[in-house]
C-alpha cells in the first residue's frame, strides 16, 4: 500500500549551480514494508512519476521500506523554472536527510542522472546506487517532440486517458508511450502534470551531464536494455572515473524502458544487487 505525503524541505548548503535554494515541498509516496533492509529511493526519468514505479517499489518492499518521488516539474511535486540536476540532486538529498538517511537510490534516465549528481556530491546520503539506462554524458538526441504531441491535445475534449491517447496516436506511433504520459494527466483537471514550459527550456540540461568534482567510491551497478543505444561502451571510462565500484550488466530484449518492457528481471537484478555482500 502507498502511503502520499508531501515533504516540508529545508535549505541545505550543496554544491549547486542556483544561488538560491528556497524551501519546497516535494511529493514523496511511501510503500509499507515490515522487512529490516536500508530504505530504497526510487527516482522516476523524464515525463514520468512516483506512481509508475508502484509495482516495483511494492515487490522490493518485502526487504525493508521503499520511496518513491515525484521529481520537480513532475506528478504532483511543485513546478520552478530550474530543472539543473544539482537542483534535483539537492531535492532527493532532502528526501533523505528528511527521513534520516542514508538510502539506497535507484534512478532511471533522467533521475539516474540526478541520483549520480546526488551521490557524487553527497555520498553520505547514498549507500548503494544503481543506475537504469543513462550514462554521466552529454546526449544529442532531443525529447522535443513528446512535449509538442502533449500541447497538441486538446484537453477540452478529454473525458478519460483513452481520449488522450487516442490524439497522441496521431504524433507517437507506440501505444506503450502514448499510455505513459497519459499517467501524468490529471484529467478531472484538465491539465498536463508536467511543467511542459520548463522542461522545454531546460531541455539541454536534462539532455546534458554537469561537471562534478567528486567521486563515488561505494557499490554501484549500471543496468541497461540490450536493445538501448543510452549506455555505450565509449561511456564506460567516464562512468568508472567516476563511479570506481561500477558493474555492468544488461537485461535481454529490453529497451530505454527495461523497468515497463521487463519489470520482473529488473526487480530481480536491483534485488541482487543490493542484498549481495
Do not use: C
Amino acid at each position: 500500500m502507498f502511503h502520499q505525503f508531501n515533504i516540508s524541505l529545508r535549505p541545505l548548503l550543496l554544491n549547486t549551480d542556483t544561488a538560491q535554494y528556497a524551501a519546497q515541498m516535494l511529493n514523496t509516496l511511501f510503500t509499507e514494508s515490515i522487512g529490516a533492509a536500508r530504505p530504497v529511493l526510487i527516482v522516476h526519468g523524464l515525463y514520468g512519476s512516483g506512481r509508475n514505479w508502484g509495482v516495483i517499489a511494492k515487490r522490493l518492499s518485502d526487504r525493508g521500506p521503499v520511496m518513491t518521488v515525484d521529481q520537480r516539474n513532475h506528478g504532483d511535486s511543485f513546478w520552478s523554472d530550474s530543472h539543473s540536476y544539482h537542483d534535483m540532486a539537492n531535492d532527493l538529498a532532502e528526501v533523505i536527510v528528511s527521513n534520516s538517511g542514508p538510502m539506497d537510490v535507484v534512478g532511471h534516465s533522467m533521475g539516474g542522472k540526478a541520483a549520480m549528481v546526488l551521490a557524487l556530491t553527497r555520498p553520505e546520503l547514498v549507500e548503494r546506487l544503481i543506475v537504469a539506462d543513462i550514462a554521466p554524458v552529454a546526449y544529442t538526441h532531443t525529447q522535443l517532440q513528446f512535449i509538442k504531441a502533449m500541447r497538441a491535445v486538446d484537453l477540452s475534449k478529454v473525458e478519460k486517458r483513452s481520449d488522450a491517447s487516442e490524439q497522441l496516436a496521431a504524433h507517437v506511433d507506440d501505444p506503450t508511450l502514448q499510455a505513459f504520459f497519459t499517467q501524468s494527466l490529471d484529467v478531472k483537471g484538465k491539465r498536463w502534470k508536467l511543467n511542459l514550459d520548463a522542461l522545454e527550456a531546460e531541455m539541454s540540461n536534462i539532455l546534458g551531464f554537469p561537471q562534478v568534482d567528486g567521486v563515488f567510491e561505494k557499490p554501484t551497478f549500471f543496468l541497461s536494455g540490450a536493445t538501448s543505444d543510452y549506455v555505450t561502451p565509449d561511456a564506460r571510462p567516464v562512468i568508472k572515473q567516476l563511479f570506481p565500484m561500477a558493474r555492468f550488466a544488461k537485461i535481454s530484449g529490453a529497451g530505454h524502458w527495461l523497468h515497463a518492457e521487463k519489470p520482473r528481471e529488473f526487480e530481480a537484478s536491483v534485488r541482487a544487487f543490493l542484498d549481495r555482500d
